[in-house]
């Protein structure tokens, strides 16, 4: 018997069948555990605006870090991409300099992983399944964006994976 083509997508845990479904999964948790954009009242002069969305701190390009909830961050549409003052796509250097003072841990992690690399094709049916269950898990405590709930978030991740 011959498979389909989707089928076959379905066998191969490398494919971008199982990476699109990662990375719907990987947005989905990024807006439950910020649940507003990270710019919120931090500057009056340069208010909110537009959809929330997901921004990966490490491009999507390093699969290594693409999926991994530490490497995301909730933004408005215009914090994420319009802003002249701290968009990560408008001023870079703005954006850094916004992690680094109010995001500090998230700030350091990037800095830690910035330069990881994978040495394996990825398994993203096994990364879909711990991107599921930590969005269910962080489903509870999603409005806590502030650092130290953050990495409380991340420990109790960590924690659960070791077991």
């Known amino acids: 018997m011959t498979l389909s083509k989707l089928q076959k997508k379905k066998n191969n845990t490398s494919s971008t069948y199982w990476k699109t479904k990662c990375d719907t999964a990987w947005g989905a948790l990024i807006h439950a555990m910020y649940n507003v954009c990270a710019m919120e009242n931090v500057d009056v002069t340069d208010p909110c605006a537009g959809n929330l969305e997901a921004h990966h701190l490490i491009s999507r390009g390093r699969i290594v870090t693409r999926h991994s909830p530490e490497c995301g961050v909730l933004l408005c549409s215009k914090h994420h991409k319009f802003s002249k003052i701290c ?64 990495k409380e978030i991340c420990d109790a991740a960590s924690a659960a994976e070791a077991d």
Not at 91 to 107: D, L, N, T, W
Not at 135 to 144: D, E, P, W
Request: net charge negative; aromatic share 12%.
């Open 87 to 150: 968009s990560p796509h408008a001023s870079p250097i703005g954006f850094s300099r916004f992690m680094e003072i109010h995001r500090p841990v998230q700030y350091a992690w990037v800095l830690e992983h910035l330069h990881d690399t994978q040495e394996s094709r990825p398994n993203y049916k096994e990364r879909l399944v711990e991107l599921e269950y930590l969005l269910h898990s962080t489903t509870c405590v999603s409005r806590y964006a502030n650092d130290d709930k953050w």
